[in-house]
């Protein structure tokens, strides 16, 4: 069974920088169809951020376009999001999440089913 491990979370002033991590505990190239980015807030569902397919196609949740850019280095086993210009709404526990799914990774939603334990991230005014 493949294990997701989440790093790079931290507390950050607004307008700040953080990159996260994912790397996918395996012995081989891991390359799932699909990849995500999803956070929770406190008193709140979880949401997609960020999603990439096996052949490097993005999306975003409007509320990032244009801050955060999703990636991957399959040499590594890695899935990254690089978060720019924070803001306290971005404030949540963030969690990566595979699946292989032969449609579009969208269509998902939240319906991943390998997880990563979260990394929080808090940004404050």
């Known amino acids: 069974q493949v294990q997701l491990v989440e790093s790079g979370g931290g507390s950050v002033q607004a307008g700040g920088s953080l990159r996260l991590s994912c790397v996918a505990s395996?012995?081989?190239?891991?390359?799932?169809?699909?990849m995500g980015w999803f956070r929770q807030a406190p008193g709140k569902e979880r949401e997609g951020v960020a999603t990439?397919?096996?052949?490097?196609?993005?999306s975003y949740a409007e509320s990032v376009k244009g801050r955060f850019t999703i990636s991957q280095d399959t040499a590594l086993n890695t899935l990254y999001l690089q978060m720019n210009g924070l803001k306290p709404e971005d404030t949540a526990m963030y969690y990566c999440?595979?699946?292989?799914?032969?449609?579009?990774?969208?269509?998902?939603?939240?319906?991943?089913?390998?997880w990563g334990q979260g990394t929080q991230v808090t940004v404050s005014t």
């Open positions: 999440a595979a699946e292989n799914w032969g449609g579009d990774c969208l269509a998902l939603g939240t319906d991943f089913g390998i």
């Open positions: 395996t012995t081989y190239t891991y390359s799932p169809d699909c």
């Open positions: 990439i397919d096996s052949d490097g196609t993005t």
